[in-house]
């Protein structure tokens, strides 16, 4: 089994980043906080608009990290079975086979996964949270890791299911990756007529192994007492403020601590520090809130909640570890 230590980790994940960065111009901080969801075992949801790279940030980390990559392009008249498998009856065996599903990968690309209906969303969310399948009566277990990146378009809800509450409470973070700075677009053009082909080849940087002992690194880094009831307090004031109908859950809490273990790592360090808590709070928290409706006609987001938050809140003193 591959051991790691944060030393290596945070090398590693800079070599990764730079290798994206290839393809994806101009998004460190974006791409940064997507390999610090996936190092915290956790899924991400990309909601932005129509040819931000969502998909092709999917992609890359594949490539990269090694990791067997499916695509599932979500409709209206996607069924369970076209995610998760079928069984097939084979003649000549006089058996039914299972036939797996692309969400038997290890990293899940669900393109605009609010157009699935509800009965496909649920079979998606399972496997989300179980890291399992059950068809047919039978339960098969996901390959490790088993990590889901889905996008979807926050303007465009014709023909829409609105992920419920409580998958939304699933992704561990919902990132938005926003249009490129005047000159990284101008440099993407460049690259393009460069490479003179579409397709854009990156180099693996980790194997699978590797990449897991990353994360299993992750889980070394330690938390002190004073983060954590700073973690706490946090998303206890989301429940507190006047503008929220509903707050984050204690799943918020767990999401600010594997986030913040797996950015600290990245940054070299086994602790964490109170400025890693704060740099994943609103991925982690925003998108399991619920606001008042009178604040949505005021242009109030989940996202100036958080801010909020984070400005009230007192920041603890350090710990450092012995």
Excluded: C
């Amino acid at each position: 089994m591959v051991s790691l230590d944060v030393q290596q980790v945070a090398a590693l994940g800079s070599q990764m980043i730079e290798q994206v960065e290839r393809a994806v111009v101009g998004k460190r901080s974006v791409l940064e906080l997507v390999l610090i969801g996936v190092l915290a075992d956790g899924h991400v949801l990309l909601e932005d608009l129509p040819g931000l790279a969502k998909t092709l940030i999917a992609r890359s980390f594949a490539q990269v990290a090694s990791l067997d990559f499916a695509r599932i392009q979500f409709t209206p008249d996607l069924m369970p079975s076209d995610v998760t498998g079928t069984s097939i009856y084979n003649q000549r065996t006089g058996e039914f086979e299972f036939r797996p599903g692309p969400v038997f990968a290890n990293l899940l690309l669900g393109d605009e996964i609010n157009r699935a209906p509800a009965k496909t969303q649920s079979a998606l969310l399972e496997a989300m949270q179980e890291r399992q399948v059950t068809t047919d009566g039978v339960t098969r277990l996901l390959p490790r890791p088993f990590l889901v990146l889905a996008t979807q378009n926050p303007i465009e809800y014709e023909g829409t299911y609105p992920l419920p509450e409580a998958q939304l409470d699933r992704f561990l973070m919902r990132l938005s990756v926003g249009y490129p700075e005047r000159e990284d677009e101008a440099l993407m053009l460049k690259r393009r007529g460069e490479r003179k082909q579409e397709r854009i080849e990156l180099e693996a940087v980790v194997h699978r192994d590797t990449f897991l002992a990353m994360q299993r690194a992750a889980e070394e880094v330690y938390v002190a007492e004073s983060v954590r009831l700073y973690m706490v307090d946090l998303v206890r004031e989301t429940r507190n403020d006047r503008r929220v109908l509903v707050g984050a859950s204690p799943r918020g809490s767990l999401a600010l601590y594997l986030l913040s273990r797996a950015r600290a790592a990245l940054a070299g360090r086994d602790f964490v520090v109170p400025d890693d808590v704060k740099g994943v709070a609103v991925p982690a928290l925003a998108h399991r809130l619920t606001l008042r409706p009178e604040y949505w006609v005021q242009k109030v987001s989940a996202e100036d909640v958080v801010k909020d938050v984070l400005a009230t809140v007192p920041t603890p003193v350090l710990e450092v570890p012995d």
